[in-house]
Nanobody
């Protein structure tokens, strides 16, 4: 059974940090592009970050560049998102996704429906 299980969300004050984790199972983790989408209340879902499987290149949405860092531990089949200098506008449910294309192309196009696998999400709330 394929699973993507997010953890690490919570309530944090503006300027604080959180690290999200996504534990993957049931598929060959190394062969997939993996990343994060988020959806804030009343807003469209948007891509946050992605890491490709072919060359480990990374992508960040403009508003998180310099503050968020995506990484993987392939031995543990786990994806991370280190989030620093959090802002109230980062408040959202964060979803882990995996795409068998292996590149971040579909994530960059915000093609959430085109992903192969999705997690159930973890809520991040940043207070001002």
């Amino acid at each position: 059974e394929v699973q993507l299980v997010e953890s690490g969300g919570g309530l944090v004050q503006a300027g604080g940090s959180l690290r999200l984790s996504c534990a993957a199972s049931g598929f060959t983790f190394d062969d997939y592009a993996i990343g994060w989408f988020r959806q804030a209340p009343g807003k469209e879902r948007e891509v946050v970050s992605c890491i490709s499987s072919d060359d480990s290149s990374t992508y960040y949405e403009d508003s998180v560049k310099g503050r968020f860092t995506i990484s993987t531990d392939n031995a543990k089949n786990t994806l991370y998102l280190q989030m620093n200098s959090l802002k109230p506008e980062d408040t959202a449910v964060y979803y882990c996704v995996a795409d068998s294309w292996g590149t971040c192309a579909k994530l960059i196009r915000n093609d959430y429906g085109g992903m192969d696998y999705w997690g159930k999400g973890t809520l991040v709330t940043v207070s001002s």
